[in-house]
């Protein structure tokens, strides 16, 4: 890893990991809040079977639900926005980090300095992981703050909270090491952003399709947001199996990139 290339790319992308930080904070800030003002009338509701049972499986998203504070967390933490949010580095940071250079031409004046292509693929890595890691923490940062404001912070385990962060954190690695893999293949952007992009809305569709329509269940497994389950993560603790998986898939493309971006050759930019 190359620490001077770390900090350029760290510098030159903190005013957006701020900007991503506070908006994650807030949307983590809104679901105790959310359940607070509407989740325990609603559990009430349910409980006494006024809302058909059939009816309740359209109040469950992912692995998130408006019934506990946890599954209100749950909800906010595969929901769309914080997808999007996150995804700016997950997706878009890594998808860009090598063929965005290589189209703008400037990827030869790094590899023209002692850094090796694995030396800079490992250092993107690292800073990939950093930003996720961040920005996946901001959300569960927001959580506490709004489950602490709105007197709910009793009904959630947080002791759990940072065995969360990691199952987090893993899952949004893998697609950012999708995508850094997607980078390091391609001499533009379009290319490796669609695989990457293309990787993130397909697996997530079949999981949130498969948590709305019993029919599509069979689905799941093979989506990588099915090995993040935040509701269960909270009340239980680790899901050694959805971790493990997760570590075999960055594995994965962390040792294609390792082979393939040393071997492929560098065309001149047109």
Same mark, same amino acid.
């Given at each position: 890893?190359?620490?001077?290339?770390?900090?350029?790319?760290?510098?030159?992308?903190?005013?957006?990991?701020?900007?991503?930080?506070?908006?994650?904070? !807030?949307?983590?800030?809104?679901?105790?809040?959310?359940?607070?003002?509407?989740?325990?009338?609603?559990?009430?509701?349910?409980?006494? +079977?006024?809302?058909?049972?059939?009816?309740?499986?359209?109040?469950?998203?992912?692995?998130?639900?408006?019934?506990?504070?946890?599954?209100?967390?749950?909800? +906010?933490?595969?929901?769309?926005?914080?997808?999007? #949010?996150?995804?700016?580095?997950?997706?878009?940071?890594?998808?860009?980090?090598?063929?965005?250079?290589?189209?703008? +031409?400037? !990827?030869?004046?790094? /590899?023209?300095?002692?850094?090796?292509?694995?030396?800079?693929?490992?250092?993107?890595?690292?800073?990939?992981?950093?930003?996720?890691?961040?920005?996946?923490?901001?959300?569960?940062?927001?959580?506490?703050? +709004?489950?602490?404001?709105?007197?709910?912070?009793?009904?959630?385990?947080?002791?759990?909270?940072?065995?969360?962060? /990691?199952?987090?954190?893993? /899952?949004?690695?893998?697609?950012?090491?999708?995508?850094?893999?997607?980078?390091?293949?391609?001499?533009?952007?379009?290319?490796?952003?669609?695989?990457?992009?293309?990787?993130?809305?397909?697996?997530?569709? !079949?999981?949130?399709?498969?948590?709305?329509?019993?029919?599509?269940?069979? #689905?799941?497994?093979?989506?990588?947001?099915?090995?993040?389950?935040?509701?269960?993560?909270?009340?239980?603790?680790?899901?050694?199996?959805?971790?493990?998986?997760? #570590?075999?898939?960055?594995?994965?493309?962390?040792?294609?990139?390792?082979?393939?971006?040393?071997?492929?050759?560098?065309?001149?930019?047109?």
């Amino acid at each position: 890893m190359n620490t001077a290339l770390l900090g350029h790319t760290w510098r030159s992308q903190r005013l957006k990991l701020v900007v991503v930080g506070s908006g994650l904070v !807030l949307w983590g800030f809104l679901m105790p809040v959310i359940y607070a003002t509407f989740g325990v009338d609603f559990r009430r509701l349910t409980d006494s +079977g006024v809302i058909p049972e059939q009816f309740t499986q359209f109040t469950e998203f992912g692995g998130g639900d408006l019934f506990s504070v946890a599954g209100a967390i749950g909800l +906010g933490f595969v929901h769309p926005i914080a997808l999007l #949010l996150i995804g700016v580095f997950a997706v878009g940071f890594a998808a860009a980090a090598v063929a965005g250079e290589r189209q703008r +031409g400037t !990827l030869e004046v790094i /590899l023209a300095r002692p850094v090796s292509r694995r030396t800079l693929y490992l250092t993107l890595f690292v800073a990939t992981l950093i930003f996720v890691a961040t920005a996946v923490g901001a959300v569960l940062v927001g959580a506490v703050v +709004g489950a602490t404001a709105f007197n709910v912070i009793d009904e959630l385990p947080t002791g759990n909270l940072p065995v969360l962060w /990691l199952n987090g954190t893993l /899952l949004f690695m893998a697609l950012g090491a999708i995508g850094l893999a997607a980078s390091v293949s391609f001499d533009r952007l379009t290319p490796a952003l669609g695989i990457t992009l293309g990787v993130t809305i397909v697996s997530y569709f !079949l999981e949130i399709l498969g948590s709305l329509w019993p029919d599509a269940e069979p #689905l799941q497994p093979y989506s990588l947001f099915h090995y993040l389950q935040p509701r269960e993560v909270l009340n239980e603790g680790m899901q050694t199996f959805d971790v493990g998986l997760l #570590l075999v898939v960055i594995a994965a493309a962390v040792i294609y990139a390792l082979l393939a971006f040393p071997r492929r050759d560098i065309a001149a930019p047109s």
